[in-house]
């Protein structure tokens, strides 16, 4: 099934250099950066890895940023992804430094809380965006903080104070979603994806009391989860804490199997899945 999956990755590779979403469709940089990472973690298919990193660095704008697509240069979330395709790549050490120049001097927009506000978070601690000039959020932060830990950027003040709005979006009961709480007084859900995310990017960096219901939400999950990025997040967050479930591997193999019923899922499902079978202490344990 491995095999196979890794086949039908490769299959999405472009003439051009990255990867497609799905057979037919165009460039995205976000499937070409999982299909790097994935392959690069397996240790297969090394030419398209190389190819994956070259054409990510050649759609990177002058001040670092690499966006979803040069008609939406604001929507830089892709830069993370590219630092963590990037790293292991001595060639490529140049566009991954300003890549981290880019994300250090970047924030969402925040405010001062007021009185009247109907949200229950604090909108003034800074993480990052999906998209420029806009409020930050959970899962971009998250990836942002996994790609300055890896680069030794954990302890720069940015990267202390996102880790702080982590911990303030964080649900009372354990969990994240995309990023609030509370809205006009109801107590929001938490996401599979969302905790799993954050949990990645808090490990080995808060203490495990603080985030122990987190961690709690996402086992009790766990069991129930069918969809790749759901399941894929859900199993690198409890691995980045130790406590990776005994039957990860069949979860997986289960999910992609699924793929006989509803269709074949496109490369950044697929390539998490991946990632989430050999990455058994978190994202960032490939690269330790």
Known sequence: MIIDTIEKLSERALPTGGFCSRNGSGYRPDATAWAAVALAALGMREDLVQSARSRLAEDQMEDG???????????????????LVWHASPSHREPQARALEFLLATAGKHWKKGEDEVIYHDPSIRGWPWIEDTHSWVEPTAVVLMSLDLTGYGDHERARQARLMLLDRQMELGGWNYGNTSVFGQRLRPMAESTGLALNALARRVPREVVEKSISF???????????????????????????????????????????????????????????????????????
């Not at 929507?75 to 630092?83: G, Y």
């Open 218 to 288: 996402l086992k009790a999950q766990v069991g129930h989860l069918c969809t790749p990025l759901s399941l894929s997040w859900t199993l690198l967050g409890l691995g980045a804490w130790g406590v990776r479930p005994a039957n990860a591997k069949n979860f997986v193999f289960q999910c992609l199997n699924r793929q006989k019923i509803y269709g074949s899922y496109d490369t950044q499902h697929l390539s998490l899945l991946l990632v989430a079978l050999v990455a058994k202490r978190g994202l960032l344990s490939l690269y330790a």
């Open 65 to 83: 940023r690499l966006s979803v697509s040069p008609n939406h240069p604001q929507a830089f979330w892709p830069t993370p992804l590219a630092i």
